[in-house]
C-alpha cells in the first residue's frame, strides 16, 4: 500500500472520533492525534483497534503508546504489514 | 474471584451504592441486580407528585453492574485502581418505578489498552428490556487520577 493510500486509510479511521474539522481537513504526517485532532484518550483506544480492523494487524502495548500522530501511525501499520 | 469478593472491592457506599447482588460473572459477562426503595430521597423531586427513577440512575446502576463490577473481576480489584467512566450510549424503553428490582447483564466487547467497553441491559423484574446500550470506561491509577 503507498503512502497516499495509507494517510487515507487513517484519515478515514480517525475522522468520526475527532473534533477538530479544520485540521482533519488539512491532515498531514505531523497531524497530532491528541493536539490537533482533539481526539480524547478513551478513543484513541478505538482508533487503534479501527486500525487493526482495517488493516488485519494486530497492536501491541508498545506500538500503542508510539501512535501519537498520523506519522508514527503510519510507521506502525507498515512495520506490522512488512512483518512475516 | 468470588461475587461476594467483587461486591466487597467496589468503590462506592450509600447512597450511591447500586448493585445489592451478583448473581454470575466469568471473563465475558456478568449478571447483577438492585431493587429500587420507595424511600429514596430523590423520588421526592422526579417527578413532582409522580415518582420515576431518573434515566441517570439506571445508567449508573448499568454501569456499575456492567461495567466496574465486570472490570473488577478482569483486572482483580487491585488497590487504589478503580474505573473513569468514558461514554455512554443508552437508550430507555420503559419506565422504573419505586420498588422495583431490575437486573443487569454486561457483556464485554473489548478490553484493550486499558479501556472496558461492554453492551449492557436491564430488565424489569417481568422480563422486560428497560434500557440498553453501550457503557465504556478506562483504569485510572491514584498516580494521574488529578491529571
Same mark, same amino acid.
Given at each position: 500500500m503507498d503512502k497516499t493510500a495509507l494517510m487515507a486509510t487513517i484519515k478515514e479511521v480517525v475522522a468520526p472520533y475527532t473534533k477538530n474539522p479544520e485540521a482533519l481537513a488539512t491532515l498531514?504526517?505531523?497531524?497530532?492525534? #491528541?493536539?490537533? #485532532?482533539?481526539?480524547?484518550s478513551a478513543n484513541l483506544v478505538d482508533v487503534v483497534l479501527d486500525v487493526e480492523e482495517k488493516f488485519n494487524i494486530v497492536i501491541d502495548n508498545d506500538s500503542m503508546e508510539k501512535m501519537i500522530n498520523v506519522r508514527s501511525a503510519m510507521e506502525v501499520v507498515e512495520n506490522k504489514l512488512a512483518a512475516p | 474471584m468470588t461475587t461476594a469478593a467483587i461486591l466487597e472491592k467496589l468503590p462506592y457506599s450509600a %447512597?450511591?451504592?447500586?448493585? @445489592?447482588?451478583?448473581e454470575a460473572i466469568d471473563e465475558q459477562q456478568v449478571t447483577g441486580s438492585f431493587t429500587f426503595r %420507595? @424511600?429514596?430521597?430523590?423520588y421526592k423531586g422526579h417527578f413532582k407528585g409522580y415518582p420515576v427513577t431518573p434515566g441517570v440512575l439506571l445508567t449508573e446502576v448499568m454501569a456499575q453492574i456492567g461495567l466496574v463490577c465486570l472490570g473488577i473481576y478482569l483486572t482483580g480489584g487491585p488497590e487504589g485502581v478503580s474505573f473513569g467512566l468514558t461514554s455512554t450510549h443508552v437508550e430507555f424503553m420503559r419506565p422504573v418505578l419505586p420498588g422495583e428490582k431490575v437486573t443487569v447483564t454486561g457483556e464485554k466487547i473489548y478490553f484493550r489498552f486499558g479501556k472496558l467497553k461492554c453492551r449492557v441491559t436491564m430488565i424489569n423484574a417481568q422480563g422486560e428490556t428497560v434500557s440498553s446500550g453501550e457503557i465504556a470506561g478506562m483504569i485510572v491509577h491514584p498516580a494521574n487520577r488529578n491529571s
Open positions: 498531514n504526517e505531523d497531524t497530532d492525534f #491528541l493536539r490537533d #485532532l482533539k481526539i480524547n | %447512597p450511591f451504592l447500586f448493585v @445489592d447482588t451478583l %420507595p @424511600d429514596m430521597e430523590f
